[in-house]
């Protein structure tokens, strides 16, 4: 046989194949074939038991993900698969591996994550980034490994002081600044730009102007929660004042969009926020145009300008923002879809609005992530940085 030819599946890989294929709702197709080959019988079984308990989509998704790059990564650097529990010395192996400091590379080869180990990682394509991780994606896949680890009924080493010491210490000494998921946030200058850049009347225009005023103006909702939004989330509510000082005079549209299950909030939760005004109308006029009266509110449109039955994805929402992006004569390269979250309050904070305000309506759970570009917004605007120009 050619050796330049693929190898072909084994029973055990083509089995393992099958039983993802009852998670071809979460996991996508091209990823099941590359999990197949490097999940074990006894991890496909594990995420079909996560995905009947009900766990969320995105949470289910991630699990497969890290799970996928754990057993690739043990194989690579200890020749053997993982094992469960894993030992402290194997989780101090893979800090060592992930966070380590370029300027030590430099004299000393063997810092960080071995080249052999390197190159097997990329070559089974679940190793892209080149150097050492970033600190959030090492402790999350800790994190899932750790959850792992307890729905097999097992204990393990993740609380022990000796691996939390070590990733301290790797977190201050890889020195690897935080990156942003949107370089650039989408503030209400480049929303307008936006929908200049979706003006027209093309179906495909008056979902593009929809989405976007929804995803903004709901409080910066996250990609997957527009892409998974329904019409049976959406209630119309009772016209509100345009001016709260004034609740006599002109009136606006509102509609309440319940959220249900999302990264912060349960599926039976009453959590709701509000649309106003324009996005309202917009929303509005998407939804009769497209003769959408249930199921999910924005779809796919094909080459043809033909409306779709299914929903947009979450990869979709990125890329219609970066497409607009493009059109307006922006960088997509600057953008993503976490802009708009970003966006939404950073020019909440341009505006004065009080931080917990604008909080009720992005569901941020946490002051300390929200404040961030309260923050940023208050630096760029003050007079510290101003002292000589």
Known sequence: M???LPKPASDATLRRAAALDALDSVLPYDRREVLAKILTDDDVETLRHLATEGMGDNSLRALASDLGYLE???LAATKSPLPWPAPEALLLKFVAHHLWDFSKRDTDAAHGMPGDVTATLKAADVLR???PHAPSTVRRRLSSWSTLTRWRGLRGNFAAPGLRSALKLAVRASARPRG????RAVTADILSAL???CAGEKLVDVRDRALLLTAFASGGRRRSEISSLRVEQLVEEQPVPADPKNPDGEKLPCLKIRLGRSKTTEADSDDFVLLVGRPVVALSAWLER?????GAVFRGIDRWGNLERRAVTPQSVNLILKR???EAGLDPTLFSAHGLRSGFL??????GIPLTEAMQQSQHRSIQQASRYYNDAERQLGRAARLIT
């Open 2 to 4: 050619d050796a330049r």
């Open 72 to 74: 690739a990564w043990c």
């Open 129 to 131: 980034a080149d150097g």
């Open 180 to 183: 942003r998921k949107s370089k």
């Open 195 to 197: 929908l200049i850049a």
């Open 290 to 294: 497209a003769a959408i009266a249930d």
């Open 324 to 326: 607009r992006i493009a």
């Open 346 to 351: 950073t020019e909440t904070a341009r505006r």
